[in-house]
């Protein structure tokens, strides 16, 4: 009764695939895909502009010694 099995996962998937429509689960795929690639890169914005400000502010500090 612990953990589902590959049965249990495959009924749900078939369920889920009748309900929805696999037409639709793929645009949901497409979509989270999007979201996540999305996320990433501005992650990496972010992280970009604070390693830039950093930069910037151990010149500052080095002009002032």
């Given at each position: 009764?612990?953990?589902?099995?590959?049965?249990?996962?495959?009924?749900?998937?078939?369920?889920?695939?009748?309900?929805?429509?696999?037409?639709?689960?793929?645009?949901?795929?497409?979509?989270?895909?999007?979201a996540?690639?999305?996320f990433?890169?501005g992650?990496k914005?972010?992280?970009?502009?604070?390693?830039?400000?950093?930069?910037?502010?151990?010149?500052?500090?080095?002009?002032?010694?």
């Amino acid at each position: 009764m612990g953990a589902m099995s590959i049965w249990h996962w495959l009924i749900l998937l078939v369920v889920v695939a009748l309900v929805f429509g696999t037409s639709k689960l793929k645009n949901v795929g497409k979509d989270l895909g999007g979201a996540i690639k999305g996320f990433k890169e501005g992650m990496k914005e972010a992280s970009d502009e604070v390693s830039s400000i950093d930069k910037q502010m151990t010149n500052s500090v080095a002009e002032k010694k």
